[in-house]
């Protein structure tokens, strides 16, 4: 059997987030970041309004994240980074249904027509240039493409009538009157809309145990987990089918979230593992995708490239339960070859997965307080 480099273990790089501060997170420094601005990589031809619509509700989506990902053997993707984005609206959050998500992809040779060639100096000072506020107006509150202008101050952008309409109510009203004031690069209405800023600093996963478990280990995992009452298990003496079914559907779901919370739990902080070419970490084994479309330019195969983990939601302030958006894992899938297109913001997939059906069945069979 051969040893190939790649076909040993596979390093996964894990996510976490740094607080930093952020002037860092600026185009020019590439960053890998959470929440803010999007810090477009391509200063031009940035996606359009409709391209960062929500698929349900036709509302501008909000940015959630961005990973610097280039590919060292291609000179075109000597820069490259993955943006994605998620509707705010807890409505469009839909089980297994990615239609709330979006995903881009920019990627740059290093000689390009926005940045140095080197890497550029880290001082705060000039740090917003260059950035896309030197090519486009952009929206005050949502960093994306702003054409249309307050007839009021004629200064603040906006993408769109909600986003002008949001910022009005959050404090352009006052704002407006003296339009001195008005500042083109922030507004309050992005503070009601925007999520915290973090950076995103990536580490490679190094695990303590080995990462196969076999499937009696996994098995014992799983009733050692019953035993500690932490997962809903029916003491059911009748031996009806539907219960039966009911119960081995749990079980053969819960044995892969129990993969799924054994692999994280030495680094229970990771928001994101990538791992371009690999396998995801399934939250679940229903709802995988069969066939992922290949690239509609190139023809390509697309192949899993990374995954926005749960614990994210955490640090989104948006955790309400039953009424804010929320996902298992979002698994964003790019064309293998990273195609140079016409464009600089080409459209990748996202595909949600969620717990299933584990919450499904806690809700329909409640533990039973008496046992
Ligand atoms: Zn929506
Ligand atoms: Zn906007
Ligand atoms: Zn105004
Ligand atoms: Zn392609």
């Known amino acids: 059997m051969s040893m190939a480099k790649v076909k040993g273990r596979p390093i996964v790089e894990l996510g976490f987030l740094e607080k930093t501060p952020s002037w860092k997170l600026r185009s020019k420094f590439f960053p890998s970041k959470v929440?803010?601005?999007?810090?477009?990589?391509?200063?031009?031809?940035?996606?359009?309004?409709?391209?960062?619509?929500?698929?349900?509700?036709?509302?501008?989506?909000?940015?959630?994240?961005?990973?610097?990902?280039?590919?060292?053997?291609?000179?075109?993707?000597f820069h490259r980074i993955v943006f994605v984005f998620v509707c705010r609206e807890p409505d469009c959050s839909q089980d297994n249904d990615a239609s709330n998500i979006r995903v881009f992809r920019s990627q740059l040779p290093r000689e390009n027509e926005f940045y140095s060639a080197d890497p550029s100096k880290d001082i705060e000072l000039g740090s917003e240039s260059?950035?896309?506020?030197?090519?486009?107006?952009?929206?005050?509150v949502c960093g994306a493409r702003g054409p249309k202008?307050?007839?009021?101050?004629?200064?603040?952008?906006?993408?769109?009538?909600?986003?002008?309409?949001?910022?009005?109510k959050a404090g352009h009203r006052e704002e407006c009157k003296n339009p001195d004031t008005v500042s083109k690069v922030s507004c309050k209405g992005s503070d009601t809309f925007?999520?915290?800023?973090?950076?995103?600093?990536?580490e490679p996963e190094e695990l303590e145990v080995a990462k196969?478990?076999?499937?009696?280990?996994?098995?014992?995992?799983?009733?050692?987990?019953?035993?500690?009452?932490?997962?809903?298990?029916?003491?059911?003496?009748?031996?009806?089918?539907?219960?039966?079914?009911?119960?081995?559907a749990t079980k053969e779901t819960d044995k892969q979230f129990q993969k799924?919370?054994?692999?994280?739990?030495?680094?229970?902080?990771q928001v994101v593992r990538y791992d371009r070419g690999g396998e995801p970490l399934w939250v679940s084994t229903s709802n995988q995708p069969v066939a992922m479309p290949h690239c509609p330019a190139c023809g390509e195969p697309r192949q899993f490239e990374f995954q926005v983990?749960?614990?994210?939601?955490?640090?989104?302030?948006?955790?309400?339960?039953?009424?804010?958006?929320?996902?298992?894992?979002?698994?964003?899938?790019?064309?293998?070859?990273?195609?140079?297109?016409?464009?600089?913001?080409?459209?990748?997939?996202?595909?949600?997965?969620?717990?299933s059906p584990i919450p499904h069945i806690m809700k329909n069979h409640p533990h039973n307080e008496t046992n």
């Open 35 to 77: 929440g803010g601005y999007p810090a477009w990589l391509a200063l031009k031809e940035l996606p359009t309004y409709e391209e960062l619509s929500c698929r349900r509700c036709n509302k501008p989506l909000v940015f959630l994240c961005q990973l610097y990902a280039p590919f060292h053997d291609k000179s075109i993707c």
């Open 260 to 269: 799924f919370r054994t692999r994280i739990m030495d680094y229970p902080d």
């Open 130 to 140: 260059p950035g896309a506020g030197d090519f486009n107006n952009l929206c005050r």
């Open 309 to 355: 983990m749960p614990q994210l939601l955490v640090h989104l302030k948006v955790d309400n339960p039953g009424k804010s958006i929320d996902w298992g894992t979002i698994l964003v899938y790019s064309c293998q070859d990273s195609c140079q297109q016409n464009k600089h913001y080409v459209e990748e997939v996202a595909f949600k997965q969620d717990y």
């Open 194 to 202: 925007l999520f915290p800023e973090f950076e995103i600093e990536m």
């Open 149 to 168: 202008t307050c007839g009021g101050c004629k200064v603040a952008r906006y993408c769109s009538k909600d986003h002008q309409a949001l910022d009005w």
């Open 212 to 248: 196969d478990k076999t499937e009696e280990e996994v098995m014992k995992d799983y009733q050692e987990l019953l035993r500690s009452g932490q997962v809903t298990h029916q003491n059911d003496d009748d031996s009806d089918t539907e219960n039966d079914l009911v119960d081995m």
